[in-house]
Nanobody
């Protein structure tokens, strides 16, 4: 079992930055492909960014390319999402998720989930 704890959300003005963290316990994350998803009210949960278990492959949704950066520190068993130039449309609950050894854009493919952290971008 892997337990994931998301943190770092909050209220930020447009153009601001936040860094989300996803800390794992129970097992090492080094064998897991990690994703950050987000879900706005009334919308589906969509993949925002993902990183392979080795860290060599990264994926970004078109809507966040150039603004968000996903990274991982396997020694700390933690994954990060650095979010810059935030826009009101980035407002959502953000979830980290883990999938053993391979990636997917489908939320149903991920085995473990954090509890979510709210990000609100508003002036």
């Amino acid at each position: 079992q892997v337990q994931l704890v998301d943190s770092g959300g909050g209220l930020v003005q447009p153009g601001g930055s936040l860094r989300l963290s996803c800390a794992a316990s129970g097992r090492t994350l080094s064998n897991y492909h990690m994703g950050w998803f987000r879900q706005a009210p009334g919308k589906e949960r969509d993949l925002v960014a993902a990183i392979s278990w080795s860290g060599t492959y990264r994926f970004y949704a078109d809507s966040v390319k150039g603004r968000f950066t996903i990274s991982r520190d396997n020694a700390k068993n933690t994954v990060y999402l650095q979010m810059n130039s935030l826009k009101p449309e980035d407002t959502a609950v953000y979830y980290c998720a883990a999938r053993y050894r391979s990636g997917s854009s489908e939320s149903s493919a991920y085995e473990y989930w954090g509890q979510g952290t709210q990000v609100t971008v508003s002036s």
